[in-house]
């Protein structure tokens, strides 16, 4: 029966999402993580991803009345293959780091010494790319409330790791960007 409970995002360890599971023989590792998540922030996260699709579905290719088509569809691929890969692949690489983690730690290496929350960077940049493929206005207007929504949970998980590591989060904040290059 354990084996079909579904694993529970809880918590997070360096700003991103981490998979902990609701049965009562989980390692101390995946007990004891750093920091925490923003209350409700994958259901905000999937709700908002769920809204992006069925709007830019909408407009793309229903009502067709907001599609930007003075872009060459080849260019509009060019840059969604570009920011759904870096998107995918900082996804992969945040979320590798914090799994492969010995123990719970600051990890400020890899996908992390160029932005803090690399994970969101990547959801953002992936759908990103998938509105970039149609050029959708209202799409493109709803990224932006995903852009401030991401950034609030950022924000809460800064504040939360500032509690819990002091002076060596604050170092890291100083060092390293939220959003990376921007």
């Known amino acids: 029966m354990k084996d079909l409970v579904p694993p529970l995002i809880s918590r997070t360890l360096r700003g ?100 803090r929350h690399p994970m969101y960077l990547g959801i953002m940049l992936f759908e990103l790319g998938l509105v970039s493929s149609t050029l959708s206005l209202p799409a493109f207007l709803l990224m932006i409330a995903i852009f401030v929504a991401n950034n609030k949970f950022a924000e809460y998980e800064e504040n939360s790791l500032i509690q819990e590591l002091g002076d060596e989060y604050k170092t890291y904040l100083t060092k390293v960007k939220r959003w990376g290059l921007v």
């Open 16 to 115: 991103e999402a981490m998979s902990k599971s609701l049965v009562s023989d989980v390692s101390p590792r995946e007990n004891r993580l750093l920091g925490d998540e923003y209350p409700g922030s994958d259901q905000i996260q999937g709700a908002l991803f769920l809204l992006l699709v069925v709007v830019w579905g909408l407009d793309s290719f229903i009502l067709k009345r907001y599609m930007v088509s003075q872009v060459s569809i080849a260019h509009r691929l060019i840059a969604c293959i570009i920011l759904a890969a870096s998107g995918a692949f900082l996804m992969y690489s945040s979320h590798k780091l914090v799994i492969e983690a010995a123990e719970p730690t600051l990890v400020d290496w890899g996908v992390y010494r160029v932005a």
